[in-house]
T-cell receptor, first 113, second 113 residues
Framework: DQQVKQNSPSLSVQEGRISILNCDYT??????FLWYKKYPAEGPTFLIS?????DKNEDGRFTVFLNKSAKHLSLHIVPSQPGDSAVYFC????????????FGKGTHLIIQP | KAGVTQTPRYLIKTRGQQVTLSCSPI?????VSWYQQTPGQGLQFLFE???????NKGNFPGRFSGRQFSNSGSEMNVSTLELGDSALYLC????????????FGPGTRLTVL
């Protein structure tokens, strides 16, 4: 049973436009969410996170939105740049001290010139 | 500050053998987690160590084990290798067990023939 789902395996966006990556989760006990970016042959790089007590967190070109009632979060990248082309993973952490992250299967973002 | 390092980066083994992978966390980080990444299952949590003690364990068979040393470095061991163990093994560190954000190393690519 996949508790964190990224339903779009790939997404193609034109340079300069907004990229929106989506993530759905099923476990209401998740209390912290993270987005990681991964290039081939490298480990995931932390991008941005959000606590379940917030509905928005912004860091430069990256904004994460959390809709707890819908169990949905999204990552917005504005404006999209060629270097943003990578696989993006959504991850969630259970509250109560269980620290292993549960990851989605990733969305491959392709920024087209 | 140097990032998480993992050795070796690439490894080829045959079925039935055993393998040991190493991880050095970011200086000052005391928590180390291990993940397995495969195309079919995505990133899956193996286990987490803090202060030389295993705190959490994912849903993997007992052939997968690990340990942490007093300098916070960690090793994971897989015994009686199976073809399905071929994967990218990622190590992640954070300062304390209760911290929210993990920082990943580049991974060890294990191929089992």
């Amino acid at each position: 049973d996949q508790q964190v789902k990224q339903n779009s395996p790939s997404l193609s966006v034109q340079e300069g436009r907004i990229s929106i990556l989506n993530c759905d989760y099923t476990n209401s006990m998740f209390d912290y969410f993270l987005w990681y970016k991964k290039y081939p042959a490298e480990g995931p790089t932390f991008l941005i996170s959000i606590s379940s007590i917030k509905d928005k967190n912004e860091d430069g070109r990256f904004t994460v939105f959390l809709n707890k009632s819908a169990k949905h979060l999204s990552l917005h990248i504005v404006p999209s740049q060629p270097g943003d082309s990578a696989v993006y993973f959504c991850a969630a952490r259970l509250g109560g001290g269980a620290d292993g992250l549960t990851f989605g299967k990733g969305t491959h973002l392709i920024i087209q010139p | 500050k140097a990032g998480v390092t993992q050795t070796p980066r690439y490894l080829i083994k045959t079925r039935g053998q055993q393998v040991t992978l190493s991880c050095s966390p970011i200086s000052g980080h005391r928590s180390v987690s291990w993940y397995q990444q495969t195309p079919g299952q995505g990133l899956q949590f193996l286990f987490e160590y803090f202060s030389e003690t295993q705190r959490n364990k994912g849903n993997f068979p007992g052939r997968f084990s690990g340990r942490q040393f007093s300098n916070s470095g960690s090793e994971m061991n897989v015994s009686t290798l199976e073809l399905g163990d071929s994967a990218l093994y990622l190590c992640a560190s954070k300062v304390l067990a209760g911290d929210d954000t993990q920082y990943f190393g580049p991974g060890t690519r294990l191929t089992v023939l």
